[in-house]
């Protein structure tokens, strides 16, 4: 299809294209007016001479698809030799090293993840392949967990290992947060809860074997509501309503010591609190406050777990069942020891520590198999206490009314945003950097690029760790990597425009018509008819 591409703009081009126009009318209009010899011929000529010249401004052109060449781009640190059967592979016509000139190549198959920011931004406007290298041994080929957390919530890592077997492990000096056996795909998928407040700077292992650091920062946890009905005084109960009043929380509890009498102890809730109870409270139990006075239930200190379990699922509609694997109770991780039952789980639920919850109407019912906990407190072991009953208080929570999150690792020189979220927008004071989601009136976005790597504190007091591109290198270069490719994806248009050569009329072709026509211009008033 012809397009226009002229030699002239703006009002210029069309105060030339409109008095060349005007002139030529006016010139036919003299010849037809003064009944002048030949004047159709004369029109005709001066017509085309006025077309001629219209178009050698207009200047139009056709576009046709260049042929394609093909060059491989390998890190520069690499030799040619090594690529001459990936090249065949590829269908490629040269390699070359990053940071060498593309030339007549239209299309480029990037090689591998050894590049520097300079190295892609050296790349012209062409076509783009990626083939990432597995050939190295044991890399991250991605990872990421939560920035910022509050106190007591789960963290979270996940990513995906290559070339790696054995044992992963998160230890904080030498105790192991969390473990997992690492399967062929290298899939990375550990929790554990988070219990120290300020910066943390964790270990990631593998078979002893140090591959990272994950650092992150936690905040205090938001007070919660808590209410205890059980059904006779017991340390159970007691020491985790300490443990709740110690960590800030406000705790009710309720012992029914007769069949009309309770031993009461209140303080002012905030919100609405989450029940935790013992099975003699399941016949008093109203099901309709469940998610509507009670944010949350979990049924604790089981004597009869098939039966206290049926019960439950009867009162709530709920679907919890249970297997049973053995005669005697099972010690588990942190020394506890749990009844001999796992759960069988639906849809809807999830387990944690031998305890599992189903996901109701906005709110989670949960039980716990286990027969007690209290003696860890009693030992002196507080952090262990902590990790059994932090997870469960937050599958239990409702929403925090205010949180930051963000997602690590984030690097050195590149874009991150931090969120913040609130429930309460009359009491929001942010700096003007934070723009509010089109959305979600409750959700704001802050966006950055830090130059700087290592701790760093915001207004608000909040922690950020910036990793340097020597740290997790195969995550970093990898999201360099996508970052560049996703930024040429959005100018595909213009690289598809790229791929098509135009062609002009050539100079000397629009020399000879107006050489033509100007030569017939003054020929035709010598020819005598």
């Keep these: 299809m012809m397009q226009f591409e002229p030699i002239l703009e703006g009002y210029i081009f069309y105060l030339v294209v409109s008095a060349l126009l005007l002139i030529c009318f006016a010139q036919v209009t003299y010849f037809f007016f003064q009944n002048t010899k030949r004047k159709t011929f004369k029109s005709l000529l001066y017509s085309f001479f006025t077309i001629v010249l219209l178009m050698y401004i207009v200047q139009p052109f056709w576009e046709k698809e260049l042929p394609e060449q093909t060059a491989l781009l390998i890190p520069s640190n690499s030799k040619k030799e090594d690529f001459g059967n990936i090249a065949k592979e590829l269908g490629v016509d040269k390699i070359l090293y990053a940071g060498e000139k593309i030339g007549a ?148 509890q309720s012992i029914q010591v007769s069949k009309d009498s309770r031993i009461v102890s209140e303080v002012e809730n905030g919100r609405k609190p989450i029940l935790f109870i013992d099975p003699s409270q399941l016949v008093n139990l109203n099901a309709a406050d469940i998610g509507t006075v009670y944010s949350g239930l979990f049924l604790f200190n089981l004597s009869n777990p098939e039966q206290d379990i049926f019960n439950l699922n009867r009162k709530l509609n709920t679907g919890f069942e249970l297997n049973k694997v053995g005669d005697i109770s099972l010690e588990v991780e942190q020394g506890v020891n749990v009844f001999p039952y796992e759960f069988l789980l639906r849809n809807n639920q999830d387990s944690l520590f031998s305890s599992a919850f189903e996901i109701m109407d906005g709110y989670s019912v949960g039980v716990g198999l286990m027969e007690s906990s209290y003696e860890l ?16 208080l937050e599958q239990l929570s409702p929403m925090d009314q205010s949180f930051h999150f963000i997602t690590y690792p984030i690097f050195q020189g590149q874009s991150t945003a931090l969120y913040y979220y609130t429930d309460s927008l009359e009491e929001i004071e942010l700096e003007k950097n934070w723009v509010r989601d089109p959305i979600n009136d409750g959700l704001f976005k802050f966006q950055f690029i830090s130059d700087q790597e290592g701790w760093q504190e915001t207004e608000e007091g909040i922690k950020i760790y910036v990793e340097s591109s020597g740290d997790f290198t195969s995550v970093y270069k990898n999201s360099l990597m996508f970052e560049f490719l996703k930024e040429r994806r959005s100018l595909s248009e213009e690289l598809r425009s790229q791929a098509k050569a135009k062609e002009f009329v050539p100079d000397w072709l629009w020399f000879l018509l107006l050489l033509f026509t100007l030569s017939l211009i003054w020929i035709e008033p010598r020819f005598r008819s």
Excluded at 377 to 392: C, M, R, T
């Design 377 to 392: 407190q009693f030992a002196g072991d507080s952090l262990a206490y902590a990790k059994i009953w932090e997870p469960i």
């Design 105 to 252: 190549a239209n299309r480029v198959k990037l090689y591998g993840q050894d590049y520097t920011k300079e190295d892609l931004l050296a790349i012209p406007m062409v076509d783009l392949d990626w083939t990432p290298n597995t050939n190295a041994e044991r890399y991250f080929e991605a990872v990421n967990w939560k920035g910022i957390l509050r106190y007591g919530q789960r963290q979270h890592l996940k990513g995906k290992l290559f070339g790696a077997a054995g044992k992963l492990q998160v230890k904080l000096s030498e105790e192991v947060l969390a473990s997992q056996e690492l399967n062929q795909e290298g899939m990375v998928d550990l929790h554990f809860p988070a219990l120290i407040l300020g910066e943390n700077e964790l270990g990631i292992f593998i078979d002893n074997e140090k591959v990272g650091e994950m650092r992150f920062y936690v905040e205090e946890a938001e007070a919660l509501d808590v209410e205890i009905k059980v059904g006779f005084p017991n340390p159970e109960s007691r020491v985790l309503r300490d443990y709740l009043i110690k960590r800030g929380d406000r705790s009710n």
